[in-house]
């Protein structure tokens, strides 16, 4: 029986990138298989690469950088919740899910899981992602992380104030998420982004834990 579940995105040159962003590159600097004592490698990316955390700085011109982020905020209870049937996520689709009154990590399994068991190499414009409504239901609602299985929590080429209110509001975004193999259901979450020093946002390592009891 699986106890733990890598929902981190593997990071490689095939790998769908935001438009506009750099394409990933791996190489190696130094290689042993051509001489070399060691193999060493160099990776080229933008901060917004496949499993990544958003922090405020992102979207606020005055907001902290990714090395201020909560670490209670990433690491602990949460639950996954299943909308497959969606488009767009709205205020009623997640007041629909009925959660527990004291979720503060809500990670959404969407369709766009699907591209990513699949293997899909090229980046999809028409993601699920969430409305300016639904993210000030996330923050009504005390939520303190909100992830999302695509690269951004945002529609593609929508409206800024869906990242805004949920940066302002000090809640937590997670992007790129792979929920594919995930039950809906209680959990236990480590999320650690990298610390990077002035950066509005840091590739991360997601894992889930099955919640005891």
């Not at 209110?165 to 650690?192: D, R, S, T």
């Not at 020093?197 to 919640?211: I, N, S």
Request: aromatic share 4%; hydrophobic share 45%; net charge negative.
């Amino acid at each position: 029986m699986v106890d733990h579940f890598d929902i981190s995105l593997t990071i490689s040159p095939d790998l769908p990138h935001w438009p506009g962003s750099p394409r990933i590159e791996l190489s190696r600097r130094r290689d042993m298989d051509q001489g070399d004592p060691v193999n060493d490698s160099t990776l080229v990316c933008g901060m917004h690469t496949g499993t990544h955390v958003d922090a405020p700085l992102h979207f606020l011109a005055d907001g902290a950088d990714v090395t201020h982020l909560s670490l209670d905020a990433l690491i602990g209870p949460a639950v996954v919740a299943a909308l497959p049937d969606v488009d767009v996520i709205t205020d009623g689709d997640l007041e629909s899910l009925n959660l527990p009154i004291d979720t503060r990590r809500l990670l959404l399994r969407t369709r766009n899981s699907e591209a990513w068991r699949r293997g899909d190499r090229e980046f999809h414009t028409d993601f699920v992602a969430l409305t300016v409504e639904a993210a000030q239901w996330v923050v009504a609602r005390g939520i303190r992380l909100i992830g999302v299985d695509y690269l951004s929590v945002q529609i593609f080429q929508g409206d800024p104030q869906t990242h805004i209110a949920l940066l302002q509001a000090g809640v937590v975004i997670v992007e790129g998420l792979n929920l594919a193999e995930v039950a809906p259901g209680p959990y236990e979450l480590i999320c650690l982004p990298l610390k990077l020093a002035g950066a509005e946002g840091a590739p991360a390592r997601a894992v889930l834990r099955k919640a005891s009891g």
